[in-house]
């Protein structure tokens, strides 16, 4: 049972309930191939509806290891020269694409009135460490190159994605800084993200069990991802961050990761980047992705987005 000792919204205890009758088997249970298809029926059962847009459309550009897919985005068939979103979806770098993610990624879009491309890269373990960082890296230099393939001229990156995802948006914008593509990254966007070494942190103990997201399977994801922690492009915060573009984070507050997302904004706002970080109280790690079955998740994503948007317009 989930700790009750901690603020938990009424329906995110609804969900929470009914994921307990619903009993399954965690992830580090079942494997990779098994826990990709319970993503995709969570999704199915609990993610809300996709929005209706313009543009949304498949696409490929060149990777490190072949042509890497890519889905488009766009509120409108056409726009003026701007700012383009990179998203990265999360799933512990094993587990997630581009459908599970499509209902988050037309939102985006609607919101920000900007064009997003979502990104599928490999996954591990058939593809561990470096293989996901590699091909984020590829496909936003690509869409930094404003391609005829988007049709856009494109002036800067917006980078987001959640968990995994977020880990990979801290890195695409720090190899980006270090070596700049056609376009600047103008605002990083990471939702719930893994920025530093998890295991020392009280959330993970506080939120181990009975929230969704559980340390069994995080271990599982970091043993399947593989690769150095001692590595920036696996944990971001043991690297340079000095240069980072203005920053939006946001953390759920019922999250084993929670206290990473609040490490790296600390970090941040003390060497003097300009972030806004947002924590939603009571509710837990997966929230944008299953706003169907925890409808308050909208208003959390919705202010995540209206701070985007803030800091775009500052920096576009």
């Not at 995709?40 to 550009?61: N, Q, S, W, Y």
């Not at 490190?64 to 985005?73: D, H, K, N, Q, T």
């Not at 005829?148 to 948006?169: K, M, P, Y």
């Not at 019922?254 to 924590?279: C, F, K, M």
């Amino acid at each position: 049972m989930a700790d009750t000792e901690h603020f938990v919204r009424d329906d995110v205890r609804a969900f929470l309930d009914m994921l307990e009758a619903m009993g399954g088997q965690g992830v580090e249970e079942v494997g990779a191939e098994e826990g990709r298809t319970q993503m995709k029926t969570l999704g199915a059962l609990a993610e809300a509806p996709a929005r209706d847009l313009a543009v949304v459309k498949d696409l490929t550009c060149p990777g490190p290891a072949g042509e890497i897919p890519l889905r488009f985005y766009d509120a409108k068939e056409t726009r003026e020269a701007g700012p383009c979103v990179v998203f990265i979806h999360g799933g512990g770098f094993v587990i997630g694409d581009v459908e599970v993610y499509n209902s988050l990624c037309t939102e985006i879009a609607y919101r920000l009135d900007l064009p997003v491309v979502s990104v599928e890269y490999r996954l591990a373990p058939e593809h561990p460490f470096p293989a996901a960082p590699d091909d984020c890296e590829a496909a936003a230099r690509w869409i930094a190159s404003s391609p005829e393939a988007l049709g856009r001229e494109i002036s800067g990156l917006v980078i987001t994605g959640d968990s995994a995802g977020g880990n990979l948006t801290i890195v695409t914008t720090n190899q980006l800084v270090n070596e700049p593509a056609d376009v600047p990254v103008i605002v990083q966007a990471p939702i719930y993200p893994v920025a530093s070494d998890v295991s020392q942190h009280s959330s993970l103990k506080h939120f181990a069990e009975g929230f969704l997201l559980t340390a069994a399977s995080m271990a599982w994801f970091t043993d399947q991802y593989g690769g150095d922690a001692s590595d920036p492009r696996h944990t971001p915060m043991v690297g340079d961050c000095s240069n980072t573009p203005p920053t939006v984070v946001c953390t759920a507050g019922l999250d084993p990761l929670r206290d990473s997302g609040r490490e790296y904004a600390a970090h941040l706002i003390q060497q003097g980047t300009e972030v806004v970080y947002l924590e939603f109280p009571g509710i837990i790690h997966g929230f944008t992705t299953l706003r169907k079955a925890m409808p308050s998740g909208q208003k959390d994503l919705d202010a995540f987005l209206d701070a985007v948007e803030l800091m775009v317009e500052r920096y576009k």
